[in-house]
């Protein structure tokens, strides 16, 4: 491991900047660091972690891409054998994690471990204890300023210029990037991408998730049908409202199957499409008193966020809460006092009658809407990256049909305000297309970033369907 000390750090008693991390394999890393006046004497000090893997090809790299897996809180470095192996020898790959995030130090605000299994009460306590415990430094880990490590490392290596490659949220530190240095970008490459501003309380996710089942029924053969589905839904939900099912993940955590389950265990399929085609005949079962099914399903998504210990060493959860809470259009002032907040909250919630096939509050309590989970955060400004124009570089959009999270209407809005922007849409997939099995997204989007081209290639008209089973 190389790491290069920051030309701006001083050396004083009693302090000296953490330790290096792990560095990834044949990659060349360092740190980057504030200046010092900026920091935190108590070794709390923000810090970007980067790994630099150089191309292994004859003559010159074709690029320098710099890839970030969303989030925010998702470490870029824990891919680094993945990239490799995607972008291949031709590339150099910057990796970076950003203040708060794997290799640069998981942020930590003092929150239980076991916080996003426990009650939606507890969660939020805990929340306003973890904003008070960030307080000021809450501002430290923002878009703008992971934006501006970047090209602080870019700089430090001396690289002309990066084809920027964003994933989810990653599509936004991108796209910020690009606003601030847009002479520094060769090409944008966003997968999975949504505005900044998307709706506060996810209207556009539930219109996207809906047409996901509407989808899959309509390619099933006759398996299922998308209205009828959505109906199933709608009983379903209405049902575990009023007698909902009790289980628990272990004997210490005794959970519910309620109508707020219900609808974070749907949308989640946006992760997995496969299990968009389970979910016709599980909600079956469920209404005919058969919950089983959904019960281990709901377990599954569960387990994902049962420890933040378990996902600390590589991603720090607390950081997309830093983040959101300061930076995402909220139905409310952030600065305002609390009692202000929670009644525009709930004024602003009350103006809609449902989000389909859920309750309102269903909804926005699965899917984190509406910033309910920061009404008891600190006062605060709200921070959002700034505005200004992307550059006209070669940019490719991908979205992905069945995408709920990052829906293709959100993917078009984003592509519309990039000057000569192309947008595609794949069919039957999910949540950051170039997942699927096939390896036809992942290779329209190699030859982008080889050859700053958008060749549509056959395959993308074949995606497989979802199996309804």
Request: with cysteine.
């Amino acid at each position: 491991m190389t790491l290069a000390a920051p030309a701006h750090a001083q050396s004083v008693p009693g302090w000296a900047p953490p330790p290096a991390p792990p560095c990834p394999f044949e990659a060349e890393c360092g740190v980057v660091m504030p200046p010092l006046a900026d920091s935190d004497p108590l070794g709390r000090t923000p810090r970007a972690t980067y790994a630099l893997m150089r191309h292994t090809g004859p003559g010159p790299a074709v690029g320098t891409v710099a890839y970030n897996p969303g989030g925010p809180g998702i470490s870029a470095i824990q891919w680094a054998r993945e990239m490799t192996a995607f972008l291949g020898p031709d590339f150099d790959i910057l990796l970076v994690d950003p203040r708060g995030v794997g290799a640069s130090g998981p942020l930590s605000c003092g929150m239980d471990d076991d916080t996003f299994i426990r009650s939606e009460l507890t969660q939020r306590i805990q929340l306003a204890v973890c904003g008070e415990n960030l307080g000021r430094r809450m501002d430290d880990y923002g878009t703008e300023a992971a934006a501006d490590d970047l090209e602080a490392i870019r700089s430090r290596l001396g690289i002309e210029q990066l084809d920027l490659y964003g994933q989810s949220y990653g599509t936004i530190l991108m796209s910020t990037y690009a606003r601030r240095y847009p002479d520094r970008v060769r090409s944008l490459l966003l997968s999975g991408a949504y505005p900044q501003d998307a709706d506060a309380f996810g209207r556009d996710r539930a219109a996207g998730l809906r047409n996901a089942l509407r989808l899959v029924c309509a390619r099933s053969q006759g398996r299922c049908r998308g209205p009828a589905l959505l109906r199933d839904l709608r009983r379903l939900a209405v049902r575990l409202h009023r007698d909902p099912v009790d289980f628990s993940l272990t004997d210490a955590y005794p959970q519910r199957l309620d109508d707020r389950l219900l609808a974070y265990v749907t949308f989640l399929a946006a992760y997995h499409p496969a299990r968009y085609g389970r979910l016709p005949r599980l909600v079956r079962a469920a209404l005919g008193g058969r919950p089983d099914g959904l019960v281990r399903l709901a377990k599954k998504g569960l387990a994902s966020v049962a420890s933040l210990e378990a996902v600390a060493p590589t991603d720090a959860p607390i950081v997309s809460y830093a983040v959101y809470c300061t930076e995402a259009p909220l139905p409310y002032d952030p600065a305002a006092p609390l009692a202000d907040r929670r009644a525009a909250f709930a004024r602003a919630k009350a103006a809609i009658r449902r989000v389909e096939p859920f309750s309102t509050d269903a909804w926005v309590k699965a899917v984190g809407a509406g910033g309910q989970q920061c009404l008891e955060w600190p006062a605060h400004r709200l921070d959002p990256p700034a505005g200004g124009v992307l550059p006209k570089v070669p940019t490719l959009v991908v979205s992905g049909d069945l995408d709920a999270v990052a829906p293709p209407a959100d993917g078009h809005a984003v592509a519309r305000r990039i000057p000569g922007a192309r947008f595609i849409v794949v069919p039957n997939v999910g949540h950051v297309p170039e997942f699927d099995r096939t390896g036809c997204v992942a290779r329209l989007m190699w030859t982008f970033l080889h050859s700053q081209r958008v060749v549509v290639r056959p395959c993308l008209r074949h995606m497989p369907a979802v199996p309804v089973r």
